[in-house]
Antibody, heavy 121, light 107 residues
Framework: EVQLVESGGGLVQPGGSLRLSCVVS????????MSWVRQAPGKGLEWVSA????????YYADSVKGRITISRDNSKNTVYLQMNSLRAEDTAVYYC??????????????WGQGTLVTVSS | DIQMTQSPSSLSASVEDRVTITCRAS??????LNWYQQKLGKAPKLLIY???SLQSGVPSRFSGSGSGTDFTLTISSLQPEDFATYYC?????????FGQGTKVEIK
C-alpha cells in the first residue's frame, strides 16, 4: 500500500523558516519524482515544487523561487521542503505527492494527508 | 507560465444528472491534462490523466476528453459521493499549474 505522511508544519513568524518532511512507503522511492502542492485556506490548489527521482533536477513555482528548496534522501524514503523568508501568503496546507510519468503523461497519483503551515505574528 | 481556466466555478446539480466541466489552457498542451477530485478536508484524488485515461479504481461514470487547449470532464450520472471540487492541471511544462476549481453542489 502506498503511503505518504507529511510532518513539520506549524505556526511560524513572518521571515521565519520551517522544514517539511514527507516519508513514503509502498513503492521504490528513488524511481519516482516527487512534488509539493499547497492550498491556502478556502482557496484552490497551487503547484509549488518538484524533484526528480535522483534529486538531480528541481523545479519551482515563481512565487517560491529563491525562498524554498526541495530535496530528498533516497536512503530514508523522504522528501523535504525547506521554507525560508516565510510570508503570510505562504499560509496553506502543504501536500506531498508522488509523480507518475511516462513519455505521454505526467500526473500526481498518490497524495499525503497534508500538513498545515501558518505564518503569523 | 501556462494559465488554466475552468468553467463554471460552481454548479448545482441533482443526483443522476449529467455534469460537464470545462478547462481551457492559455496555450496548447497536447494531452498533458489531468483531473482531480477533492472533498472537503481531504487530499485531492487523481481521476483522469493524459486528458482521457481513467485512473485505476475510478468509476466509469467519469470521463475526460479534449486536446490542445480545450478539455472536458464529464460525470455521466452524478452520484451523492461525487459532490466535491474538481481541478484540472496541465503537466505540459513547469510550473504545472492548476485551474481554479469547480465546486459541484447538491441542487
Amino acid at each position: 500500500e502506498v503511503q505518504l505522511v507529511e510532518s513539520g508544519g506549524g505556526l511560524v513568524q513572518p521571515g521565519g523558516s520551517l522544514r517539511l518532511s514527507c516519508v513514503v512507503s509502498g513503492f521504490t522511492f528513488s524511481s519516482y519524482a516527487m512534488s509539493w502542492v499547497r492550498q491556502a485556506p478556502g482557496k484552490g490548489l497551487e503547484w509549488v515544487s518538484a524533484i526528480s527521482g535522483s534529486g538531480g533536477s528541481t523545479y519551482y513555482a515563481d512565487s517560491v523561487k529563491g525562498r524554498i528548496t526541495i530535496s530528498r534522501d533516497n536512503s530514508k524514503n523522504t522528501v523535504y521542503l525547506q521554507m525560508n523568508s516565510l510570508r503570510a501568503e505562504d499560509t496553506a496546507v502543504y501536500y506531498c505527492a508522488k509523480v507518475q510519468s511516462s513519455s505521454w503523461y505526467v500526473c500526481l497519483d498518490y497524495w499525503g494527508q497534508g500538513t498545515l503551515v501558518t505564518v503569523s505574528s | 507560465d501556462i494559465q488554466m481556466t475552468q468553467s463554471p466555478s460552481s454548479l448545482s446539480a441533482s443526483v443522476e444528472d449529467r455534469v460537464t466541466i470545462t478547462c481551457r489552457a492559455s496555450q496548447s498542451i497536447s494531452s498533458y491534462l489531468n483531473w482531480y477530485q477533492q472533498k472537503l478536508g481531504k487530499a485531492p484524488k487523481l481521476l483522469i490523466y493524459a486528458a482521457s485515461s481513467l485512473q485505476s479504481g475510478v468509476p466509469s461514470r467519469f470521463s475526460g476528453s479534449g486536446s490542445g487547449t480545450d478539455f472536458t470532464l464529464t460525470i455521466s450520472s452524478l452520484q451523492p459521493e461525487d459532490f466535491a471540487t474538481y481541478y484540472c492541471q496541465q503537466s505540459y511544462s513547469t510550473p504545472r499549474t492548476f485551474g481554479q476549481g469547480t465546486k459541484v453542489e447538491i441542487k
